[in-house]
């Protein structure tokens, strides 16, 4: 009977541990959106004031020259200057989204071109060229604005990683055997060493000394919750690095379910499965 007794004593310790790690996972989970939704808030208020202004100097241009060629030019200015500030209004609500019971078939292209529109001003900013290679893949089942969290992250994390400019590029590959789709983000700068790889995706731990000048970094929860993320998806996430070459990030996401929906990332959630998050130093040709 002891023996039974201790048996329930050590399930319901391991139950209450389950509990707290899903916990402790929610709550890294809104730091990080907290922390993102704040940094788009700033990004974003100085886009729109310059689409203001632009709105602003091209209406007082046609209001001055009558010329039918002058205001024709003025309102395809406000016109282009409105359509993106429909573009980044879009983005945002998609980031602001998270609804973490809600999942639906969702195209990973649209979700990095959003993505892309919010971080556009900021790439250009600091000389970094995006390139993308898409291939052309089905939708995948994902909740859009977690997704978005993670790849902003990550592009982020690439720019940081390139003081001095570069290139960013990001990939969809489909496996149709593997029936999953992959999402790249690889940045050619910096790397990170070989002894830090295994630890990037703990929660409190960062390669950055502290925030960069935008207030970005340094608290080490963004890969965290990306890996949380992208677990509560079913999906796996794996890095390549080789200092001085750069770092590929590359999310790993099923086109379909074969078992039961994974717990959403704001629920209790079972402890992290370490499989799921795979480091490896790669070989140049790794990341090329």
């Not at 996401?253 to 078992?259: D, H």
């Amino acid at each position: 009977m002891s023996s039974e007794h201790a048996q329930a004593r050590q399930s319901a310790q391991a139950q209450q541990l389950v509990e707290e790690v899903g916990r402790l996972r929610k709550q890294l989970i809104a730091s990080q959106r907290n922390s993102a939704l704040g940094e788009l808030a700033s990004t974003t208020a100085h886009e729109f004031n310059n689409i203001l202004m632009t709105i602003m100097n091209y209406a007082r241009m046609g209001l001055r020259n009558p010329d039918p060629q002058s205001r024709e030019k003025a309102f395809s200015r406000i016109l282009a200057a409105t359509e993106r500030a429909t573009a980044i209004t879009g983005s945002i609500l998609g980031v602001s989204r998270n609804k973490g019971d809600h999942y639906e078939p969702a195209s990973l292209r649209e979700l990095v071109q959003a993505a892309m529109v919010l971080l556009e001003k900021e790439m250009q900013k600091y000389r970094i060229h995006v390139e993308t290679e898409f291939d052309e893949a089905p939708d995948v089942p994902v909740n859009g604005g977690q997704i978005q969290q993670v790849l902003m992250n990550l592009m982020i994390n690439a720019r940081q990683a390139m003081p001095n400019g570069g290139r960013l590029l990001v990939k969809i590959k489909h496996d149709p055997q593997a029936e999953r789709v992959d999402l790249v983000v690889r940045d050619f700068g910096t790397g990170i060493p070989a002894e830090k790889l295994p630890m990037i995706f703990d929660a409190g731990y960062s390669t950055k000394s502290g925030p960069d000048e935008t207030g970005r970094g340094g608290a080490g929860l963004g890969l965290a919750a990306c890996r949380a993320i992208i677990e509560g998806h079913q999906g796996k996430v794996r890095v390549e690095s080789t200092p001085g070459k750069g770092t590929a990030f590359t999310i790993r996401l099923p086109i379909r379910r074969t078992g039961p929906m994974a717990p959403p990332v704001n629920a209790v959630a079972p402890p992290v499965n370490v499989s799921t998050a795979t480091a490896v130093t790669s070989p140049d040709t790794a990341i090329a």
